[in-house]
């Protein structure tokens, strides 16, 4: 069809030239340096150097309150049956897996509004070995220590690798309105004394 038309052939090979220009020629953007995009990266969670058999592991989790904020008032509306609504919901306060020298731990901290204690959390911990990396071992006790707020408790976790925390009084995790979550939760996990 250019063949045909002179013209067209014309205006077609100029098209050509004129991008073939603009594109050896520099667009005005030249970055002066690499831009500086350090937080965009999340700091690891958990320490890895506290984590070996040889010192007695430990494991500290941290929640912010921004995260803590965020699960007991999500930021769009759901729709929960009525008679869902009479159970007893518990909502996912924590979420990790945590991988060291002889084991994988699944570990999950939950929290429920007390029906025993007006204005409390029940707080229940599961610790689960997801995968063993040392058969020969026993598997030890752990202790957990939870801090949240004027919230401070330490506990066995039993055979299972469960425990429940004492309640947790609305007054110690939130602040003097009621409102807010008033303070990150830190949660350490190691093996028995």
């Known amino acids: 069809m250019l063949a045909r038309e002179p013209a067209l052939l014309r ?6 030239e004129l991008l073939k220009q603009e594109s050896s020629e520099p667009d005005g953007f030249t970055p002066k340096k690499k831009p500086a995009l350090r937080f ?18 430990k494991v500290e989790l941290r929640q912010t309150v921004e995260t803590l904020q965020n699960v007991f008032t999500p930021l769009s509306l759901a729709y929960r049956d009525p008679l ?9 306060i924590l979420r990790e897996e945590v991988t060291s020298e002889v084991s994988t731990l699944e570990i999950a901290l939950d929290a429920s509004i007390s029906e025993e204690l007006a204005e409390s959390l029940e707080l229940l911990l599961q610790v689960i070995a997801i995968e063993s990396l040392n058969e020969n071992r026993p598997s030890e ?15 066995p976790l039993n055979l299972n690798g469960q425990t429940h925390f004492p309640p947790a009084e609305f007054a110690q995790i939130l602040d003097e309105n009621f ?15």
């Not at 984590?51 to 007695?56: I, K, V």
């Not at 006790?141 to 506990?155: K, R």
Request: charged share 10%; proline share 8%.
């Open 179 to 193: 409102e807010q979550i008033a303070a990150d939760l830190t949660l350490i996990i190691q093996a028995a004394e």
């Open 141 to 155: 006790l752990l202790s957990a220590t939870l801090s949240w707020g004027n919230y401070h408790q330490s506990v």
């Open 84 to 92: 869902a609504a009479m159970d007893n919901l518990w909502y996912p």
């Open 40 to 57: 965009l990266a999340r700091p690891p969670q958990v320490p890895t150097d506290n984590l070996s058999p040889a010192h007695g592991w």
């Open 11 to 16: 205006a077609f090979q100029e098209l050509i």
